[in-house]
């Protein structure tokens, strides 16, 4: 047992909870100085008191004790989204009336992190990322942790404001966002301490949204594609999403990424522009064929497990290793229940991750993730209809699955 990593636990455990030193030291009928000494890593709690600690903080006596890696950190984009439903895109210099307005967590990191939570809060999830000290900060943190999500991990900096979106949707689900970046920008590796990391699987979005990740390395090729290493470094998997962009370096800001990745998960966009292989006809037909051929041009690139791409029709999976290529519909929504589709391209992916931390075969992971992905039809934020493991599963027995 290493006192550091112990008092480095306890510490960010005991921030998540929204909890003192001295409100800690209470519960526990100790002294704050002896809470301090903990978490700095100078001595250690009496072994009586590590099962009211776990109890008090969710985990397992064994996490505490050996740190055992346990759970899934999700870092990245953390962004408020302000939701504005709105019926048509006016033409330039037109008014569009807005119907409807809501703010909701957004971004990778909470949008993820929150969508694995409310599918089974028996998995530790935390988050790591930056917020600025204002309450759009307070109130994006005070939401993860609303559900379950571990915060302590995040830095909050008083030199920039917390990122934000306004996303103009429509009913038919297409959406416009107009970004902040803020936070995000100042968010880069002197914020994620690896010794601290517990976790399984660890998850990264949105590369290109991460400036000093995105930023070039010498060695590496980005500054993301050295994280990756110093993780997997650690035994644990990485897993990376990305974001649609124009920028003229998409393919030398991603590709590095992909020699240290387990688990390359994006859209048929995002991953086509890496090859410059149309995934639709003229006609808006999916083009299966070249879908395949860029995951395995990704492969090529160095991604050592499973390459997962997602649309609106379907999702699919190549297994780097056996060379299996599996293509699973995506659920029939009527359209008169969709509500919006922000945050769809999270709850696939949080669909994939539990997936892969739980042991799924392919079929049964793009099965389940796009379950996942169409319970987010069914709000205007992205993060609110999500379901539990079990409801998930009964929602994929009531709808069918789309013709491709």
């Keep these: 047992m290493d006192a550091k990593i112990t008092g480095s636990l306890i510490a960010s455990l005991r921030k998540s909870a929204g909890l003192t030193q001295a409100a800690l030291a209470e519960k526990l009928n100790v002294s704050d100085k002896a809470v301090s000494k903990w ?36 870092a990245g984009s953390i962004i408020v989204d302000t939701v504005k439903n709105i019926s048509t895109y006016p033409e330039k210099g037109m008014l569009s009336i807005i119907s409807g ?87 880069g590796p002197e914020h994620i301490n690896l010794s601290t990391l517990k976790c399984k699987m660890f998850h990264i979005g949105y590369i ?30 990485t897993s990376i999403d990305v974001v649609s962009s124009s920028d003229e370096d998409y393919k030398a800001t991603i590709i590095p990424a992909l020699k240290h990745t387990d688990y390359a998960i994006m859209n048929e966009v995002e991953s086509g522009m890496l090859t410059d292989l149309p995934a639709y006809d003229g006609d808006g037909n999916l083009l299966i064929d070249n879908i395949r051929k860029t995951m395995e041009f990704m492969a090529e690139c160095g991604v050592r497990e499973k390459v997962i791409i997602h649309c609106k029709q379907c999702g699919f999976c190549l297994d780097v290793i056996t060379g299996e290529f599996t293509v ?22 949080a669909g994939c991750l539990y997936a892969l931390y739980n042991g799924f075969d392919d079929k049964r992971m793009l ?38």
Excluded: W
Excluded at 48 to 69: E, I, K, M, N
Excluded at 170 to 186: H, I, K, P, W, Y
Excluded at 368 to 397: G, H, P, V, W, Y
């Design 367 to 404: 099965e389940f993730a796009s379950a996942a992905a169409a319970c987010n039809l069914f709000s205007e934020n992205a993060t609110d209809s999500m379901r539990s493991r079990d409801e998930i599963e009964k929602m994929e027995q009531t709808y069918g699955r789309k013709k491709i």
């Design 208 to 237: 290109l949204m991460l400036a000093k990740f995105d930023a070039p390395d010498s060695e590496y090729g980005t500054v993301m594609a050295r994280l990756l290493h110093d993780v997997r470094e650690r035994g644990i998997k």
């Design 101 to 187: 307005l809501t703010k909701a967590a957004g971004g990778c990191a909470p949008n993820t992190a929150i969508d694995l939570t409310r599918i089974d809060r028996s998995i530790p999830v935390s988050v790591v990322g930056c917020v600025g000290d204002d309450d759009n900060g307070n109130f994006i943190t005070g939401v993860m942790q609303k559900n379950g999500v571990n915060t302590g991990m995040i830095t909050v900096t008083s030199e920039v404001a917390t990122s934000f979106s306004d996303v103009m949707s429509l009913q038919s689900g297409e959406r416009t966002f107009f970004s902040f970046r803020g936070a995000n920008d100042a968010f």
């Design 39 to 74: 978490e700095s890593g100078l001595g250690y709690p009496e072994i009586t008191q590590f099962p009211s600690l776990a109890a008090l903080f969710g985990v397992s006596v064994d996490y505490l004790l050996t740190g055992d890696r346990n759970g899934i950190t999700i």
């Design 328 to 349: 699973v519909p995506s659920l029939e929504i009527p359209k008169e229940l969709i509500k919006g589709s922000v945050g769809a391209g999270d709850a696939y992916c």
